[in-house]
């Protein structure tokens, strides 16, 4: 699996969250601030953490644990007030069951650390918060998407 970046893994994974279609636009080079308006559901993949993984490292490969955020946004004004909607929530939904279920990121040797088994990973988490746009706040959830990539480095003799 030698030769694979984050940039393999967040594009995988965009590419997934676009196929389950409960978004409208997937980014994964940026914020999707700007990027739409009109209501549509927006997520942005970007990368957050990539770190050797002890415990799964052999003799002479390293595993990586590649965490990514999945930044989920109804790029509307909304209510009820707390802006929660039913496209919002459902999508967000939609994105931690396919992350639970393994989601299928054509990587060959990866899965998704559900748990937080890795080293310094809690999982699959989502938090809930507000984006600042031009037009007001925006409510938004970051989804931590941590993937193991097994065999990805081999090691000096």
Not at 1 to 16: P, Q, R
Not at 67 to 87: C, K, Q, W
Request: charge should be negative; include cysteine; charged fraction near 15%.
């Amino acid at each position: 699996m030698a030769g694979i970046t984050h940039d393999n893994v967040i594009g995988s994974l965009a590419t997934a969250v676009k196929r389950l279609g409960v978004v409208d636009l997937v980014k994964w080079d940026g914020t999707p601030t700007g990027q739409t308006t009109g209501g549509n559901i927006v997520a942005a993949v970007f990368p957050t953490t990539w770190a050797p993984y002890p415990g799964r490292s052999g003799l002479n490969v390293t595993s990586i644990i590649a965490t990514s955020t999945i930044e989920v946004v109804h790029m509307a004004a909304t209510t009820p007030l707390d802006g929660v909607t039913a496209r919002l929530q459902t999508a967000v939904s939609a994105i931690i069951a396919a992350l639970n279920a393994n989601i299928d990121l054509d990587l060959t040797g990866t899965h998704v650390d559900i748990i937080g088994e890795a080293p310094g990973s809690n999982g699959v988490t989502a938090n809930w918060g507000w984006l600042p746009l031009e037009d007001g706040n925006m409510r938004a959830c970051d989804i931590t998407a941590p993937i193991i990539l097994d065999d990805v480095y081999p090691q000096g003799l």
